[in-house]
């Protein structure tokens, strides 16, 4: 192993793997958007931790191998968990697994001879580690791993699945906490991705980043609508419990209505074990979620005790990663192909090839950034690997196999569907299209979505009559779906007279059309389909300015750079990057022309803050900054809103009231040179007395 290493006395070496590994870490934690196959990265902090294991002087605190996950984001509370969440370290190979069992006997002060301590062995599930506090047997709390001692509160998103008892039948301790691998399922992440693909979204690389994204949505309504599910594997506490084994937990998981992975054995010595892998990694492709390897844990509890923990994982587990599924083949074609959003996006067209019992002949190259990197050419021979990701990917070029003056791979400037030239933004990697509503590959996917389910949601307007109307010319922006009944009735081909349509069923459609000219302002604008701006964004927005035509105002005055961009970025969820999509939006030619004559058309209604009470707050905008101890900020908000109260992000000179909770930083220092005025949480409550009744 020491010869595939670096020398282990370059200290430039190992700074640059603690450099990337932190960097990896973050993009598949924090950000579900891993920028490395699992291969890769086993690799690197293998090799970390084999300069480490010979220059332990070199390790700090701050080292990811004494580290778990990444810190929690900032979009979520934080909380501490009541025992830490670990991770657990690798075995790649049969003397691995060995080494691990030797270690834990000399640990025990025993020596291992042919028998090995009784062990579970499960199938590691590849998903988002949870954590689930129970309270007097109810579900009070749901967390991710974070780095292992804080987690990103996510309880609404948690209680929307229904594989998570919501209460557990007694007898039960007064606290405990569930500890288990959210999942989505291979159906389930197709189902995803093909929506995900006719409205023009980037897709979810593989079922275990599509879990995650789900789970840590700021909307429980998006998670609840993804299918997640969970499996149970263990609790933060066991030896607390009146069991003894590991096995007998999971029994008693699925007494309290947990799922528990079927596919566990127990054994007691090293041949069934390797058996079992090999078993399970042959049925891997047929279980229909992903597993990356099994877990060998100790069934004692006692023993697992008495073994304790290292900085970051336990020293009585140990997980048996499957090898990456890879083949060779050709990249026969590059081809970019453009989104609703206008994306552009890249994929690579290959000779085809079985990978882990599926033939493939498309991989994703991700963005033009991954194709320099890789510096990925069309007719090399490249490495493809699925590693348990549905969506192959290309991970190596095998270029002492490129011929001579093979020409590098040249980004189109221009949208290959409509030519309007492709622009891309200093904060971002993606290259987008221009044209917007004028070019025909965004056009028909933001036609559908602007009569999709959560937006217009037209009966009759479906994604095959879409395609047909766009292709037959009657429908090609979303002003004409509303035109359309109006020129049908002059036209000298009626839609009743053309095939597959009749009299009852053009006259159905128009119905359905003109059912929906009236429609709340929150999903007018989540209809027109500008990047980022999803339901809970639009819904923050339409609650801020209440009607269309106040929102049109301010978004004009706001491309002047004038305080409305201020405005803009002090709505909860809106920042830079979100306001300048929505600017960009409406700096294309004839989009501003398209919502006037849109609202000509129809009737916008004016998004409503159910003022139930009249008070001192209504008509403000109130900013919460710090931790409140009576509410969570999301009660103190919906509040807040109730009472007629505009509730932004960030601090201006048009915030009225900055409520102040412990440990509140610049917003209240911002607010105090801004002349606004501070309330304290009680000082806030008594404004609203009526409403906390």
């Known amino acids: 192993m020491k010869d595939l290493f670096a020398p282990l006395n370059n200290p430039t070496r190992y700074h640059e793997l603690v450099a990337l590994i932190k960097t990896y870490d973050l993009a598949y934690y924090q950000e579900d958007a891993p920028l490395v196959s699992d291969g890769e990265y086993d690799a690197l902090r293998a090799e970390l931790i084999h300069i480490e294991q010979q220059h332990p002087d070199w390790i700090t605190p701050l080292s990811p191998s004494q ?185 008693q998981l699925q007494t309290w209505g947990f799922t528990v992975n079927p596919h566990y054995i127990i054994a007691r010595n090293l041949p069934p074990l390797m058996n079992y892998y090999h078993r399970m990694a042959d049925q891997r492709a047929t279980l229909g979620y992903d597993i990356d390897g099994v877990v060998y844990k100790i069934n004692n509890l006692e023993t697992q005790r008495r073994l304790g923990f290292i900085s970051r994982s336990p020293r009585f587990a140990i997980a048996h990663k499957f090898p990456a599924e890879q083949a060779q083949t050709c990249l026969l074609d590059i081809q970019v192909q ?41 007719g090399d021979q490249v490495i493809i690997e699925r590693a348990g990701d549905v969506i192959p990917r290309i991970v190596e070029v095998l270029k002492e196999s490129r011929p001579n003056h093979v020409p590098v791979f040249v980004f189109p400037t221009s949208c290959p569907v409509c030519q309007s030239p492709v622009t891309v933004r200093a904060d971002e990697v993606a290259r987008k299209c221009s044209g917007g509503l004028t070019c025909p590959a965004q056009a028909m996917q933001k036609l559908k979505h602007f009569v999709s389910r959560d937006a217009f949601d037209i009966e009759g307007l479906g994604k095959k009559n879409i395609d047909y109307f766009y292709e037959k010319k009657l429908i090609t922006s979303p002003l004409e779906i509303f035109t359309l009944a109006e020129r049908d009735s002059q036209s000298l081909t009626p839609l009743r007279a053309q095939m597959g349509w009749g009299a009852l069923s053009a006259k159905n459609l128009f119905d359905a059309i003109n059912t929906r000219r009236t429609i709340p302002f929150s999903r007018f604008l989540y209809a027109l389909g500008i990047p980022q701006v999803g339901q809970t964004t639009a819904k923050n927005i339409a609650t801020f300015y209440q009607t269309f035509d106040a929102w049109q105002s301010a978004m004009i005055a706001a491309l002047a750079q ?132």
């Open 338 to 378: 453009v989104g609703r959003t206008g994306v552009l996006t890249p994929v690579a067209y290959l000779a085809p090839i079985t990978v882990g019992g599926v033939v493939v002949t498309r991989a994703t190259l991700h963005n033009a950034d991954e194709i320099v990197r890789k510096d990925i050419r069309i």
């Open 562 to 693: 004038d305080t409305s961009l201020q405005e803009l970025l002090s709505i909860e969820g809106v920042g830079a990057s979100i306001a300048q999509d929505i600017l960009d939006f409406m700096k294309v030619p004839g989009h501003q022309d398209l919502l006037r004559a849109l609202s000509q058309e129809l009737t916008i209604l004016s998004e409503t803050r159910q003022e139930t009470f009249s008070t001192p707050l209504t008509g403000k905008t109130v900013v919460f900054t710090g931790t409140l101890q009576t509410l969570s900020r999301d009660q103190a908000k919906a509040i807040a809103s109730r009472v007629g109260a505009k509730v932004a992000g960030s601090v201006s000179a048009k915030t009225d009231f900055v409520v102040v909770g412990e440990d509140a930083g610049s917003k209240a220092t911002k607010a105090q040179r801004l002349g606004v005025s501070l309330l304290t949480e009680d000082e806030w409550r008594q404004m609203i007395p009526e409403v906390l009744k």
């Open 67 to 251: 580290q778990v996950g990444a810190t929690p984001s900032e979009k979520f509370q934080k909380i501490d968990h009541l025992n830490p969440m670990l991770s657990l370290d690798n075995a790649f190979d049969e003397g691995d697994v060995w080494a691990f069992f030797e270690r834990t006997y000399r640990l025990l002060g025993k020596s291992l001879s042919q028998h090995i301590p009784e062990v579970v062995a499960e199938p590691k599930i590849d998903g988002l580690s949870a954590s689930l506090r129970y309270v007097k047997g109810r579900l009070n709390l749901g967390t991710t791993r974070g780095d292992g001692t804080t987690g990103e509160d996510v309880t609404a998103n948690i209680k929307t699945l229904k594989d998570i008892p919501q209460s557990l039948p007694a007898p039960y301790p007064e606290l405990i906490e569930i500890r288990g691998e959210v999942y989505l399922s291979h159906d389930d992440f197709f189902t995803l991705n093909e929506k995900r693909q006719q409205v023009g979204e980037d897709l979810f690389a593989n079922p275990r980043n599509a879990a995650a994204g789900s789970l840590r949505q700021l909307d429980p309504q998006i998670t609840a609508s993804r299918g997640l599910k969970f499996f149970a594997y263990g609790c933060g506490d066991p030896w607390a419990l009146a069991i003894t084994t590991h096995s007998q937990l999971l029994e």
